[in-house]
């Protein structure tokens, strides 16, 4: 069993990934060929922005986005520590502070009732993430930042596709950035990404950035990096796009056979009600973790943690505040799962992680009718 099934996916969309790329290497425009600026176009009409940008990765996307609003050594970022180190990264980079907030112990997002007391004169920004595929609580970080004069970026690396209150993740704040690592729900063969805005002067100094800082060629009228998304990246992830709302839907499909068997036995990352989800991961809080993925493995079954450390706790990092700074956080990550998941997953199989999940818990496993035409993903 694959945790996410990459070569299935390509199977099921082989002629048009193969078609497009072929277009690619007739045109030999390899760096902001014609199919770039197609992406972009393609993506601000799925998420309803008026701007979108490629980069060359998700990290970019978030460190570009902060070039472009001009932040400053010494700068505060308000952010959550539970997430990829990169949230936190791009921000140091820039010579600011990450300043850490705990978490929600129901979504594993940001606590926005937490935002506030944190905030200091030398805020300039507050970077949620939109964990495991769901919306953070955008409406209300969007309010604080409202009434303190702050910058939005949501880090959506694995919320692309999601909606919040009938809105596109992405769309949802001053910018979003998402990316196009393999193994996200929308992903390339290599490493993309993507911001948007509806601020026009964000836009047009983001795409300034992400050539150097180029406002024409070698004319520099800004500090910038070689951040650019290639054609051949952009055009594998057009090709994917004809099948992602498909995706999608099946990849509710699985986490629906999930909660079918898990809920109510076993804890569950919360699903907001006003929200949906593209389950870039589907995670589970359990006790004696090491020894039910050693279970679980022994099945047959691969698993992952999304983070085993949290950020404040990283020693590159663990300067910046107290090690009992976020313990909710904390605990999350001694005990968040995150179990197979994909638009590829069959019934059957994920029905026996589930299963077998129950087992290494010591729970017992309820009896399961079992419906012949969900054994596999509905053909598109």
């Excluded at 010494?74 to 539970?82: C, K, S």
Aim: with cysteine; proline share 6%; net charge negative.
């Amino acid at each position: 069993m694959e945790f996410i099934d990459l070569k299935a996916q390509y199977r099921a969309s082989r002629e048009l990934i193969n078609t497009r790329i072929n277009a690619v290497l007739e045109h030999g425009q390899y760096i902001l060929g014609p199919e770039v600026a197609e992406l972009e176009a393609r993506l601000a009409a799925f998420t309803g922005a008026r701007h979108c940008i490629t980069v060359a990765s998700g990290t970019e996307a978030l460190l570009i986005s902060l070039m472009a609003l001009g932040l400053r050594p010494g700068d505060e970022v308000i952010t959550t520590p539970f997430s990829f180190i990169a949230t936190a990264e791009v921000i140091v980079l820039l010579g600011a502070v990450p300043v850490f907030v705990d978490i929600d112990p129901a979504t594993c997002n940001i606590a926005p009732g937490l935002i506030e007391e944190r905030i200091t004169p030398r805020t300039r920004a507050i970077m949620p993430v939109s964990l495991y595929g769901q919306p953070a609580d955008m409406e209300e970080i969007n309010a604080i930042a409202t009434r303190h004069k702050l910058a939005v970026i949501e880090d959506a690396a694995q919320s692309f596709g999601a909606t919040y209150r009938g809105r596109r993740s992405c769309n949802l704040s001053t910018i979003g950035c998402t990316s196009f690592f393999p193994s996200k729900p929308l992903g390339c063969y290599g490493d993309g990404g993507a911001l948007f805005t509806n601020d026009d002067a964000i836009a047009a100094a983001a795409r300034e950035i992400r050539v150097h800082g180029q406002s024409r060629r070698y004319v520099h009228t800004r500090v910038g990096v070689g951040g650019r998304m290639d054609t051949l990246q952009c055009a594998i992830v057009l090709a994917k796009l004809e099948r992602f709302e498909w995706e999608i839907a099946q990849r509710q499909r699985v986490a629906d056979s999930y909660e079918a068997l898990l809920s109510g036995r076993v804890q569950l990352v919360g699903q907001a009600r006003d929200r949906t989800n593209v389950f870039a991961q589907y995670t589970v809080v359990v006790e004696e973790r090491e020894r039910v993925q050693a279970e679980l493995h022994a099945a047959g079954i691969p698993t992952a943690v999304h983070y085993p450390v949290p950020m404040h706790l990283q020693p590159a990092y663990a300067h910046l505040s107290t090690a009992d700074a976020c313990p909710v956080a904390s605990s999350m990550a001694a005990r968040v799962l995150s179990l197979p998941m994909g638009p590829y997953l069959p019934e059957e199989e994920a029905r026996q992680v589930a299963q077998a999940l129950l087992r290494a818990l010591r729970i017992p496993v309820p009896a399961v009718d079992v419906d012949p035409e969900a054994l596999a993903p509905t053909a598109v």
